[in-house]
């Protein structure tokens, strides 16, 4: 299920990339300006500063990361089967990328941390059923 997921930042795509929120000021942008910019964030050792002048986009550089937008993984939700999204990394966190992946649909969240559970409706309603399951199995003795 995981798959090699730092494989895929490597072809970042328009494509790939979610739409952004209206409260993103990157929301302002070309598609073409943003990939250019990930590419050149990820991809190259040019200042962040720099690659804003570049590609004309105005944000503080320190607020890139906050950003970032999210892409579409190749892992499907095991609920409806639409793909799931992951938020990108900063820079540095780009090698040990393990994003917690997220259905834009149900909203399910499948996350790295062992310890975190998904608490989205279809994840509470399966959890009930198997309760219930739980609770029966007693009940016949
Ligand atoms: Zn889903
Ligand atoms: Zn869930």
């Known amino acids: 299920m995981k798959g090699d997921l730092s494989i895929e930042l ?3 795509t328009a494509e790939k990339l979610r739409p952004l929120p209206p409260f993103n000021p990157l929301v302002n942008y ?3 300006s943003i990939v250019a910019l990930l590419n050149a964030y990820y991809f190259t050792d040019e200042k962040i500063e720099r ?3 570049h590609q004309q986009i105005e944000l503080k550089p320190n607020s890139l990361v906050r950003c970032l937008p999210n892409v579409e993984v190749e892992a499907q ?3 409806c089967e ?6 990108l990394p900063s820079r540095a966190s780009k090698a040990s990328w393990q994003p917690d ?4 649909q149900c909203q399910h969240i499948i996350y790295q941390a062992k310890e975190k559970t998904c608490a989205c409706e279809n994840c509470q309603l399966a959890d009930e059923k198997k309760t219930f399951a739980f ?7």
Do not use: D, G, Q
């Open 30 to 32: 070309e598609t073409t």
């Open 101 to 104: 992946l997220v259905c834009s």
């Open 10 to 12: 490597f072809k970042i």
């Open 135 to 141: 609770k029966s199995l007693f009940r016949r003795k």
């Open 82 to 87: 639409s793909n799931l999204n992951a938020k």
């Open 77 to 79: 939700c095991v609920y």
């Open 51 to 53: 690659i804003l002048v």
